[in-house]
């Protein structure tokens, strides 16, 4: 079954760090780019980062640079996702993606049911 | 970096309704525009891609236009099933973005 599965949420303090994983089945993992989304309770969709399929290439949301550092280890077809210096603002559902791209077309076509981080003291 | 911008933020409307929601960029995209369904408590699928192209399983009823800054995602009897926020997205280059939403209640 083509599946994503996330796992790593948690309830952290300001200033703390957390490490979300993402394991992917049924596909070729490392074909295919894969993102992070976040979704803040009651909000809107936010874009975190990407990573490209061989790891080598990534992209952040200004709102994450320097703090988030997404990863990705093929053999064992897990996304990760490093969170430093956490702020109350990060609080959000966190989706792992993945990318369906052919011919300059591209979308999330694969999503995983997300994993909660909380972060308050 | 690319702004979306959706509109309405919200919309009620009746089973039947012809419904429509706006998508506007802050630069040109081209066609590469994406529209999702958000149901509530579940994860946001795909609808339409490349601006047009209606993905394998969705529903007829929905259809989307545009290219460049202004694109559409036009529901054309609106179905229970319906009740949703739908959500843009901008392919069209890194970082990526969303619009913030549409909440259609039935």
Redesign the interface.
Same mark, same amino acid.
Request: proline content about 0%.
């Given at each position: 079954e083509v599946q994503l599965l996330e796992s790593g949420g948690a309830l952290i303090q300001p200033g703390g760090s957390l490490r979300l994983s993402c394991a992917a089945s049924g596909f070729t993992f490392s074909s295919y780019a894969m993102?992070w989304?976040r979704q803040a309770p009651g909000k $809107?969709?936010?874009?975190v980062s990407?990573i490209s399929g061989g790891g080598g290439i990534t /992209? /952040?949301? +200004?709102s994450v640079k320097g703090r988030f550092t997404i990863s990705r280890d093929n053999s064992k077809n897990t996304l990760h996702l490093q969170m430093n210096s956490l702020r109350a603002e990060d609080t959000a559902v966190y989706?792992c993606a993945k990318h =369906?791209s052919s011919g $300059?077309? #591209? /979308?999330? +076509?694969l =999503?995983? #049911? $997300?994993t909660l981080v909380t972060v308050s003291s | 970096d690319i702004q979306m911008t959706q509109s309405p933020s919200s919309l009620s409307a009746s089973v039947g309704d012809r419904v429509t929601i706006t998508c506007r960029a802050s630069q040109s995209i081209s066609s590469s525009l994406n529209w999702y369904q958000q149901k509530p408590g579940k994860v946001p699928d795909i609808l339409i891609y490349a601006a047009s192209s209606l993905q394998s399983g969705v529903p007829s009823r929905f259809s989307g236009s545009g290219s460049g800054t202004d694109f559409t995602l036009t529901i054309s009897s609106l179905q229970p099933e319906d009740f949703a926020t739908y959500y843009c997205q901008q392919s069209y280059s890194n970082p990526l973005s969303f619009g913030g939403g549409t909440k259609v209640e039935i």
């Open positions: 993102s989304v $809107g969709l936010e874009w990407t /992209y /952040y949301a +200004d989706y =369906w $300059g077309i #591209r /979308y999330f +076509d =999503w995983g #049911r $997300g | -």
